[in-house]
């Protein structure tokens, strides 16, 4: 999602640092229905952890796993500054 800029500020290019990446379980209702999919979320990122996570996209059976995977995250911590970052998680069934 677009942030807005104050007039005259230029946009910033950023790359967050998350050290500590947690993969999500796959859910035992997935494996049993033979669901797989894509997941995409959005995390606020402030004081190196993340605070906030919005799905953006995909079935709803991974919603919650991917929420508690993304809380788990470390990154580097940049301040009082907020960094949203988007990512997107695929769930396969072997």
Not at 47 to 60: D, F, K, Y
């Given at each position: 999602?677009?942030?807005?800029e ?13 050290r500590r990446?947690v993969?999500?379980?796959?859910p ?8 797989g ?19 953006v ?8 796993a ?21 990512q ?7």
């Amino acid at each position: 999602m677009p942030r807005a800029e104050p007039a005259g500020s230029p946009a910033l290019a950023a790359e967050l640092v998350c050290r500590r990446q947690v993969r999500p379980d796959m859910p035992a209702l997935a494996i049993e229905e033979g669901v797989g999919g894509t997941v995409v979320a959005r995390a606020r990122v402030l004081h190196g952890r993340v605070s906030e996570v919005v799905i953006v996209s995909g079935p709803s059976i991974f919603h919650e796993a991917v929420r508690r995977a993304m809380l788990r995250y470390r990154c580097e911590d940049l301040g009082a500054r907020s960094v949203t970052v988007t990512q997107e998680f695929s769930f396969r069934l072997r």
